[in-house]
């Protein structure tokens, strides 16, 4: 087996939102940051600073090239912008070596932070809609 094989791979990733695989996801990137709180080291003899666990935030980048399936998450973004609501959004990606290891996880309680409606460009040949988020749910599936 090449040792290439043991690699994860961009163009074996797969995303579904809301249960919808679109087959049109160009890149994903999901950071989760620990947040902490910086305090006085409260033992004795000790005079640094220590850091506290205060919980942990997460964020990430979705991208589709746009091809009409989004359609659907765009009306659902519009609908809630227009009522001050929030969409119940959960996304599921996974990841897949060539030699078949698959890492999955869910990421929910997903809120976009903002979403380009409509764009185009008379020179460009494929539009893509750039999709920043924060969820507040992960889970290893």
């Keep these: 087996m090449p040792i290439s094989d043991n690699y994860y791979h961009g ?3 797969k995303a579904w939102v809301s249960g919808n ?10 950071i989760i940051t620990k947040n902490y709180e910086e305090i006085t080291d409260p033992r004795d003899g ?3 600073k220590v850091q ?20 659907e998450l765009i009306d659902a973004y519009v609908d809630s912008a227009s009522n001050n ?16 290891k698959v890492n999955r996880y869910k990421y929910g309680e997903v809120t976009f ?12 040949a ?3 809609m750039e999709l920043p988020f924060k969820f507040a749910t992960v889970e290893k599936l």
Aim: glycine share 12%; hydrophobic share 25%; charged share 20%.
């Design 113 to 124: 932070d903002s979403m380009t409606i409509q764009e185009f460009a008379h020179d460009t």
């Design 11 to 13: 163009k074996n990733g």
């Design 21 to 30: 695989r679109y087959t049109n996801t160009y890149n994903l990137s999901v």
């Design 46 to 48: 000790h005079y640094g």
């Design 126 to 128: 494929i539009t893509e």
């Design 85 to 100: 609501g929030i969409e119940d959004i959960d996304i599921i990606a996974k990841m897949e070596s060539n030699n078949g």
């Design 52 to 71: 506290i666990p205060n919980g942990w935030s997460g964020t990430g980048t979705l991208t589709l090239r746009r091809d009409g399936t989004e359609q």
